[in-house]
């Protein structure tokens, strides 16, 4: 996936454990690559 994606797995570790906040870009390609909606991959965290 990271190959894929062009990323490392270490950028793959940091958004799952919610450490880093993918850029548009990269968030878009999440999406193409899962073929699934934005909002099946990211939800909004209220404060």
């Known amino acids: 996936m990271a190959k894929d ?3 490392t797995r ?3 570790n940091a958004i799952e454990n919610h450490k880093y906040n993918p850029s548009l870009e990269l968030a878009l ?3 193409q ?3 699934v909606p934005i ?3 990211f939800k909004l965290e209220e404060e």
Do not use: N, P, V
């Open 10 to 12: 270490q950028t793959i």
């Open 5 to 7: 994606l062009d990323i």
């Open 33 to 35: 690559y899962f073929d």
């Open 29 to 31: 390609k999440l999406m």
């Open 39 to 41: 909002d099946a991959l």
